[in-house]
Structures are given as structure tokens and as C-alpha cells.
């Protein structure tokens, strides 16, 4: 990526934070990064190309930065997702909002699924268990983590999702070692 389009990403972020998405106009990139409008048509197609690839790049900065859990705890799965958005509040919430949410809403729950996926695997490799059962749960995980960022995410990003998610995974100990124990059973 060249220092144009870094630019152009930059200021997309910084007008995010400012207005809603539906308000970004072409126009608004080009003054508040100093280049002109062909200069953004040669790097992006339009706006919604630009949100779709500035998504795409920080999930996948996120995962590559991100490669081992820091407590292996469920809470590793969620910390990134929650970390990038509080970065961001403003315009995560502005793109929530928008008409163009399906870009967000894909690439969260991609991000998810790697998570817990990576997740999973970790906490079953000593374990004899049917990659159907992995899947199954990953699946679950990812369907319950979606669900409680996007409450989240409803409710404004009002609250510590961490915080919270922490303690729900508290409340519910040993239920995933209960699943696992089953698992291994039914092999």
C-alpha cells in the first residue's frame, strides 16, 4: 500500500469519526487528504470499495498481529474485536448505522470465526475428538459471540463488553469442558 492511499485511508477514519457514512463524499476524502478526485478513482472504485477494503485491511492486520491467545481464556476471541472498535467508536458505530453495515457485519463475523476457531483448536489439541464436533462448536461460539457484539453495538458500545463477557464466561464454566467430555465419549 502507497502513502496516496494510506492517506486516503486515514482520512476516511477521521471523517468517520466525524459524521455518519451515508455523509463521506468523494469530495470530503479528496480536501481532507490534499489529492485530487482521479487521484481516489485510481486507488478505489468508490466509497463503498474504500469501506469494503479499510474493513478487510485492519481484520486482517488484527489476525496477523494477533496470533497467540494472551490468557486462553474465551475472552481471547472477543479482545481484538472489541480493541479495534473502542479505537474507532465513533465511525464503527457510523458504519453500524449505515446502509453499507452488511461490509461490517461480513468481516465481523469472518474475524469471529478465525477467533474462536483458533480458539477451539487450541483447546482440544490434547483431546480425541471429531473435527465435525470442532466445527460444531466453533460454530456455536462464533453465533454467540456475534450475538453479543452486536447487542453491543445496539446498545452504542455503552458498556464494558469485556468486562462482561468475562464474566459471562465465568457464570458459565465447565460447560465447554462438559461439552468436550461428551464429545470424547461419543467418538
Known sequence: MNRTEIAIIDSFWKLLEEKPYN????KNIVEQC???RNTFYYHFRDIPDLLERVIKKDADEIIQNYQQFETKTPSDCIKPIVQLSLKRKNAILNIYHS???DVF???LEEFTCYFVKKYIDMITEPLSISEQDKRLLARFYKCALVGVI???????MSYDLLDNFIRISRLFAGATDQALIKSTMQS
Open 34 to 36: 490534499q489529492v485530487n
Open 150 to 156: 452486536l447487542d453491543w453495538l445496539d446498545e452504542e
Open 99 to 101: 446502509l453499507q453495515r
Open 105 to 107: 457485519l461480513n468481516q
Open 23 to 26: 455523509k463521506i463524499t468523494v
